[in-house]
C-alpha cells in the first residue's frame, strides 16, 4: 500500500510542472513540437525517478537498512512474486481434488508470506528461508506432479512416485505454514504485550478505592 501510494505522490507532483513547461515551451517560445516534447518525457522520467530515490532513501533510514539491503530484499520479493506466478499456473495442470487443494494451500500461504514481507521488510530476516529453500521447493515439486500426472502410463512405481510427492508437498505446506507463522511472531508477541498492558491496567482500576464513595461517606459521618 505503501509503494501505492508512493507512486501516484510522484506523478501527482511530477505532472503538473512537466505538462506546465511542456505548453509554455511549446506556446511561449516557439520551440519545435519534437523538442518540446523530448523534453517533456525526459523532465517526466528524472522527475518521477529523482523522487523515487528520495523516497527509497527515506524508507531505507526509517526500516534502519541500507540501501544494498533493501535492493535485496527488493529482488528477493520480485523473484517470489514469479514463482508464485508459476506455481498458480499449475492449477490446470493437476489431475486431482486433493492436489488441486495442495496447490491452493501452498499458493494461498506464500501470497500471505509475501504480502507480510512487502509491507515490513525487515520481517524478511524472518522468512529468509522461505525465499531461499521452502518456496523454491513448493514450485519444483508440484511442477514434478503436474508432469507426472499428465503421462499416460498407468505403472506401480508412477502412482508410488506421485503418491510420495503428494506426501512431500505437505511437508513443504507444513513448512509454509511455520514460515507465515514466523513472518507473524513480532507481530504475535506485540499483540501479547498489549493485551497485557490492557490487563495490568484494568485490573489497577478495579483495585483503586471508591474515593467518591469514601468522601460521602465521610461527610455523613461529620453532619452525624
Sequence with gaps: MKKVKQFFMRHFIVAPVSFGTYLFLLLGTGI????????????????????KQVQISSSVKELGMTRSEYRHIELQLHEAKQKIKK??????????????????????????VLTIVRNDPKKFYQTEQFFYAHLDSAV?????????????????????ALQHTRETITDVTHQLESDLQDALATDLAALQLELDYVDITMARKKSLPNTKGETLDDRKSANE
Design 32 to 51: 519545435p513540437f519534437l523538442a518540446s516534447t523530448g523534453i517533456l518525457i525526459a523532465m517526466y522520467l528524472g522527475g518521477t525517478f529523482a523522487i
Design 87 to 112: 506455481l498458480n499456473s499449475l492449477y490446470g495442470q493437476v489431475r486431482s481434488v486433493q492436489a488441486f487443494r495442495q496447490v491452493y494451500e501452498l499458493s494461498n500461504l506464500s501470497r500471505k
Design 140 to 160: 519444483e515439486l508440484t511442477s514434478k506432479y503436474a508432469l507426472l500426472a499428465n503421462q499416460q502410463l498407468k505403472e506401480k512405481e508412477v502412482r508410488i
